[in-house]
């Protein structure tokens, strides 16, 4: 049902216009300004995780004498995810408790400090040491601006931005990814220049974003904040943590596919990435069209096309064939990331969002980070990545049933779900 300010089930504290929250300052509601400011905000975690992707042999190149330095520098690149993962739901809490957008702006201004800083830290261990802080900021910005848009708007509106969340960071990344190549080309400090691009969205986010449901928030800094509906969470909180493995195979393992049927162009593989995130992003942006159908028919639906993709990749042997399988699982990749945030955040009143965003961030990120790890052993016992994709892709699948068997409802049981 269509939410308001009469609604029974919400407090007065959070007042909206239809299904779009009001600034309770101006009386304004929440328009394209604000979703803008936080989907453009949602891509720095991207630029952390691709930007440096080219470069990497080139920043263990440049600190070729540190010992341990094979290992080290991979950790530039995925420290910042394994940080998400393990604190988001910290920076959830914080969030419920301190107000967005005051952690909002100061994340973001951090961001641009700790982001830039490899630009003139003489070490391979303090490069790593700022990648950790900017994982921490990360968390911070990406759980505020997902309950952001969660407090914002609401029904189709929010399934509208959320779906809008995956193009916007599936886009990043393939234009972060080429110009981080592009930028390493001459020096590979370079690219870090690019993480002031936070500056200016702090200065945009202190003047467009506003605080919701104010009385609500104060009250929360002096209150013992409600607990968590766990039993509601639980189940998509689960999911979601396979979800965010399936999600990565297709980005990390793609690369590696093609090599292994003999393409070593970098253009070919480069091609074929961007035509893969063209599926994810229509995926993305026909999500909120089909979100209507709810959880119980989207979150099978993003599973199976994502297992059924990732099984063909596995058998594939073509590039033809292995760039249309791409696509098929690109496109399942577009639903399962807002399929699931829906389903979990559908549950949670104005007071609990934002561990609850913080709760699904951690376990979606660390999904992302045990992925290459559960590949890899699988690559190992199996004699092949063949063998492991198509096994992956069995396994989502099997989710795709699993789900579809639990019949997910979002919302139910509730007292303060957001419908």
Not at 78 to 87: E, M, S, Y
Not at 113 to 120: H, S
Not at 233 to 243: A, C, I, M, N, T
Not at 264 to 283: C, D, L, M, N, Q
Request: hydrophobic share 55%; aromatic share 6%.
């Amino acid at each position: 049902m269509s939410e308001n300010v009469l609604s029974p089930e919400r407090p007065a504290e959070e007042p909206l216009a239809g299904e779009v929250a009001v600034d309770p300052a101006t009386g304004r509601p929440a328009g394209r300004a604000q979703a803008l400011v936080l989907l453009l905000s949602s891509c720095l975690a991207v630029l952390g995780a691709v930007l440096l992707a080219p470069v990497l042999p080139r920043i263990q190149d440049a600190f070729a004498d540190t010992p341990g330095v094979e290992a080290l520098a991979p950790i530039v690149l995925t420290a910042p995810a394994l940080v998400i993962g393990l604190t988001a739901m910290i920076a959830g809490r914080i969030v419920d408790r301190v107000g967005r957008k005051r952690l909002l702006v100061s994340s973001l201004v951090v961001y641009a400090v700790v982001g830039t800083a490899p630009l003139w830290l003489p070490s391979l261990e303090l490069v790593v040491a700022s990648r950790v802080l900017l994982g921490l900021t990360e968390a911070a910005i990406m759980t505020c601006c997902t309950t952001l848009l969660a407090d914002y708007f609401h029904g189709s509106a929010r399934e509208k931005y959320f779906g809008l969340q995956v193009v916007f960071t599936t886009v990043a990344a393939t234009i972060f990814f080429g110009v981080g190549g592009a930028l390493g080309a001459a020096d590979w400090r370079t690219p870090f220049w690019l993480y002031a691009v936070s500056l200016p969205l702090a200065v945009a986010a202190a003047t467009l974003i506003w605080q919701p449901a104010p009385r609500t928030q104060a009250a929360a800094r002096a209150e013992k904040l409600p607990a968590l509906p766990w039993r509601q969470l639980g189940p998509p909180l689960g999911v979601s943590l396979l979800g965010g493995l399936v999600f990565y195979v297709l980005i990390v393992q793609l690369s590696f596919k093609l090599d292994s049927i003999g393409v070593v162009s970098t253009a070919v593989i480069g091609a074929a990435s961007a035509i893969a995130s063209v599926g994810t992003a229509v995926g993305g942006i026909l999500f909120g069209r089909l979100a209507r159908r709810g959880p119980v028919v989207l979150v099978p639906l993003a599973f199976a096309l994502s297992g059924v993709g990732i099984v063909g990749l596995g058998l594939s042997s073509t590039v033809p064939a292995v760039i249309a399988f791409a696509v098929i699982t690109g496109f399942g990749n577009g639903l399962i990331l807002p399929s699931l945030l829906t389903w979990a955040l559908s549950s949670l009143g104005f007071e609990q969002r934002g561990r609850g965003t913080g709760a699904w961030t951690s376990v979606f990120f660390i999904g992302q980070f045990v992925c290459p790890l559960v590949v890899l052993a699988l690559t190992g016992a199996l004699g092949g990545l063949g063998a492991a994709l198509a096994v992956l892709g069995a396994l989502s699948l099997v989710a795709a049933v699993g789900v579809r068997l639990l019949r997910p409802v979002a919302g139910a049981g509730s007292p303060v779900a957001a419908h």
